[in-house]
């Protein structure tokens, strides 16, 4: 069940590697990027806590309404230089504190982290939940859900309890018969109540973490297509 539009934001996910623009520096790579197009605002932070800052670049081009283009600029993991090293679009785009130290990236209400490496949700809860293979009756409730047919061989399962209520939600992922990367995998999200409330299809398993809005605990669900991740909300 979905609760809330569909957001979709483009995020484009570069490794920490020279393929763009190089700088021996931080302050030499905004020099650069500011040549490049006129930005809004420039803010920096020790990201992945290395020692050394990163800059978040807000962009005052290309932007749909609130919504405005930003790249993350850092240094390379190989030590060539300093450049972007990834970059996404969405409204609201700013740096948040996470405790005790250190800050996160949050645009649109997506909370991301930037490890050196990458960025990935903050507080991503399928990553810290063992993988097991469902068992008969997990998938014959998910046939009886969805009027469908399950086997556990291609059925995977992850139980988190986001919301520390000693409730337990189960994600299901269901792996292509092909085995391709390319291929979208279908999860579905069920509640305590043993109900769907969610459904939908990523490369690779989606992400989920808790999120807090106007009325209250939410899960946010990011899946990433081939037009880039989407972002849903279930509760």
């Known amino acids: 069940m979905r609760l809330s539009p569909t957001l979709a934001l483009p995020f484009l996910f570069f490794s920490a590697a020279p393929l763009l623009a190089q700088a021996p520096d931080l302050a030499s790579a905004l020099a650069l990027a500011e040549t490049e197009g006129p930005l809004t605002q420039i803010l920096e932070s020790d990201l992945n806590l290395d020692g050394k800052n990163e800059a978040l670049l807000i962009h005052a081009e290309g932007c749909d309404g609130d919504a405005c283009p930003w790249t993350l600029i850092g240094a390379y993991s190989d030590g060539s230089g ?31 982290a930037w490890d050196g490496q990458a960025l990935s949700p903050y507080f991503d809860l399928i990553g810290a939940a063992p993988e097991r293979r469902a068992d008969a009756g997990e998938t014959r409730l998910l046939g009886r859900l969805l009027s469908g047919s399950f ?44 109900m769907i409330r969610h459904s939908g299809a990523s490369l690779g398993r989606p992400w989920v973490y808790a999120d807090q809005d106007g009325t209250g605990p939410v899960l946010r669900l990011v899946s990433q297509t081939d037009a880039g991740l989407i972002v849903e909300s279930a509760r």
Do not use: C, N, Y
């Open 82 to 112: 300093w450049g972007p090293v990834a970059a996404g679009f969405g409204a609201r785009t700013e740096l948040v504190d996470t405790a005790p130290t250190g800050q996160v990236i949050r645009s649109d209400g997506v909370i991301m």
């Open 151 to 194: 086997r556990p061989i291609s059925t995977q399962v992850h139980e988190i309890d986001p919301f520390q209520r000693g409730e337990v939600w189960k994600l299901f992922t269901i792996r292509p018969s092909s085995g391709s990367e390319s291929v979208l995998s279908g999860f579905h999200l069920v509640g305590p109540d043993d």
